[in-house]
């Protein structure tokens, strides 16, 4: 009736917080997990296409050497879809997920270890003014390699590493901060800057089992932000010099301050070769206190990488890299 209807509606309003309790209706709320399910879509989408962003000043490859962390956000996207039991967020987070696995998947899984090496190498960075550089000098010689390759080092640690190593590896080359040491003859020697200005590489032929192997001995220019003009020229200059290489073996070692999923690599690695880690992980090499990016590398030509691994921290900030050769 019209006079029930109007005493009703003076009650409802004579009465306080009776509207307010009122649920508000369920198609004005915004559906549960939309925002983790955007995100969840853009980490996916920045994956498949961090290529296309512009590289200032470095900031991209920055980014791009830390791009296998990326699981992390999508650990705490998929705890977010999880506690709002939304259907879009998961799917948002599976897509990421997918798109993750897609591309570090298989380098996460241990590489299958085939047959036996002819010949090792082992190669880090000493840091520049470690006391205890002759001491990591010594353990990695322990490991028995044929080959080590060293990084950063100084007037006093060179000194101290050739007294450590010379006597059970008797052949070596030295060029500024770089030097590898050898059990077999090396000869052809050669000193280069890498477009730097400066010797911080060198190249050596080796006679390594099966026959002459070309060496690369280098050290990059390190990346800062906003100041990565010196390593990338330097990777150009050594793309040109190894794609105008006509070694039928050749091996490129040390610490590149490249990751591996650093745009910068791309170049490179149409050339060369690395095979993923023989144990679980992706292989970091820095720091070494927590490794959060593969900044040292060993890329082969004509040649199988056997096994590759990634060594205990010793003392310097670098960890090292042991690779079997053949």
Not at 67 to 92: C, E, Q, V
Not at 163 to 172: F, G, T, V
Not at 278 to 291: D, I, Q, R, Y
Request: hydrophobic share 50%; glycine share 8%.
């Amino acid at each position: 009736m019209p006079g029930s209807s109007r005493r009703s509606r003076r009650v409802l309003s004579e009465r306080p917080g009776i509207i307010d309790r009122v649920p508000v209706s369920r198609s004005r709320r915004r559906p549960r997990g939309v925002l983790t399910g955007i995100a969840a879509l853009a980490v996916a989408a920045f994956l498949l296409w961090h290529g296309m962003l512009p590289d200032l000043g470095g900031a991209a490859s920055l980014v791009e050497s830390f791009l296998p962390w990326a699981f992390a956000l999508i650990a705490l996207l998929a705890l977010s879809a999880l506690f709002r039991l939304s259907l879009f967020a998961g799917l948002g987070v599976a897509a990421a997920a997918a798109v993750w696995w897609s591309l570090f998947g298989a380098a996460l899984l241990p590489a299958a270890t085939v047959g036996a090496p002819a010949f090792t190498v082992v190669s880090e960075n000493l840091r520049a003014g470690n006391p205890h550089a002759a001491e990591i000098a010594r353990e990695l010689a322990a490991r028995d390699p044929d080959l080590i390759a060293l990084q950063e080092l100084d007037q006093t640690s060179r000194d101290a590493v050739s007294d450590a190593l010379d006597a059970d590896y008797p052949y070596s080359a030295i060029v500024g901060t770089v030097g590898l040491w050898s059990t077999h003859p090396i000869h052809d020697e050669q000193r280069l800057d890498l477009g730097l200005g400066w010797d911080r590489a060198l190249s050596v032929d080796v006679d390594t089992p099966g026959g002459t192997t070309r060496v690369y001995a280098v050290h990059l220019a390190s990346v800062r932000p906003g100041e990565s003009a010196a390593r990338d020229e330097m990777m150009k200059e050594l793309t040109s010099t190894v794609a105008a290489d006509d070694a039928a073996r050749l091996l490129v070692v040390g610490d590149f301050n490249t990751a591996t999923t650093d745009r910068t690599l791309a170049p490179l690695f149409a050339e060369l070769g690395e095979k993923a880690d023989s144990e679980l992980g992706l292989g970091f090499t820095w720091p070494s206190a927590f490794p959060a990016a593969r900044l040292d590398h060993a890329l082969v030509r004509g040649l199988s990488t056997v096994s590759s691994t990634v060594l205990p921290a010793n003392g310097s900030d670098h960890r090292g890299i042991e690779v079997g050769l053949r």
